[in-house]
T-cell receptor
Framework: SQKIEQNSEALNIQEGKTATLTCNYT??????LQWYRQDPGRGPVFLLL?????KEKRKERLKVTFDTTLKQSLFHITASQPADSATYLC???????????FGTGTRLKVLA | DTGVSQNPRHKITKRGQNVTFRCDPI?????LYWYRQTLGQGPEFLTY????????KSRLLSDRFSAERPKGSFSTLEIQRTEQGDSAMYLC?????????????FGSGTQLSVL
């Protein structure tokens, strides 16, 4: 069955450093991959989308890579700030369906 | 953009009771989704509407769950004969049909607790 794995343990990093989060998947060939941010008690908020034919996408301090051979996406936050502390979810989408499959999320804590 | 609105924000009910949640999507969006999320897990797909048509439904959605979107605007999700395992956050999301169609806009969810 389709499976998405994200770092299950929380990631603590020092302010100003680069945070790198991982999303691995199996038994799936997504047409695109998305990253969302979720704060406690709130719904996820869309951050970035990367398609299967793209290697890298950037938006301000955020960067996403997508390696369909390794079946992996990396999500980077550069110059991290305490306000970046949240849970980050990756989601896979396929052609012909709008049933997105979400990972369990990685909790990031940026220490001041 | 007033965002996706969900009501109620919290619902506490006794096992065996029926509950109904409402979702008002962003007005220009014609796609609407329901997801369920439990603590420490990612959102789990339940169902998807394009306008008033329910186009996809998860096998997780038992006969006790039903969703409607009668006029292609707001949607309701009803759970009949609730069980303790139904306790979760129920999230609604919407998206455009054409531009940026993969981008989901989520509401803040309805937290259901079944006692």
């Amino acid at each position: 069955s389709q499976k998405i794995e994200q770092n299950s343990e929380a990631l603590n990093i020092q302010e100003g450093k680069t945070a790198t989060l991982t999303c691995n998947y199996t038994n799936y060939s997504p047409a695109y991959l998305q990253w969302y941010r979720q704060d406690p008690g709130r719904g996820p908020v869309f951050l970035l989308l990367i398609r299967e034919n793209e290697k890298e996408k950037r938006k301000e301090r955020l960067k996403v890579t997508f390696d369909t051979t390794l079946k992996q996406s990396l999500f980077h936050i550069t110059a991290s700030q305490p306000a970046d502390s949240a849970t980050y979810l990756c989601a896979l989408g396929g052609s012909g369906t709008y049933k997105y499959i979400f990972g369990t999320g990685t909790r990031l804590k940026v220490l001041a | 953009d007033t965002g996706v609105s969900q009501n109620p924000r919290h619902k506490i009910t006794k096992r065996g009771q029926n509950v109904t949640f409402r979702c008002d999507p962003i007005s220009e969006h014609n796609r609407l989704y329901w997801y369920r999320q439990t603590l420490g897990q990612g959102p789990e797909f339940l169902t998807y509407f394009q306008n008033e048509a329910q186009l996809e439904k998860s096998r997780l959605l038992s006969d006790r769950f039903s969703a409607e979107r009668p006029k292609g605007s707001f949607s309701t999700l009803e759970i009949q004969r609730t069980e303790q395992g139904d306790s979760a956050m129920y999230l609604c999301a919407s998206s455009f049909k054409d531009r940026e169609k993969e981008k989901l806009f989520f509401g803040s969810g309805t937290q259901l607790s079944v006692l």
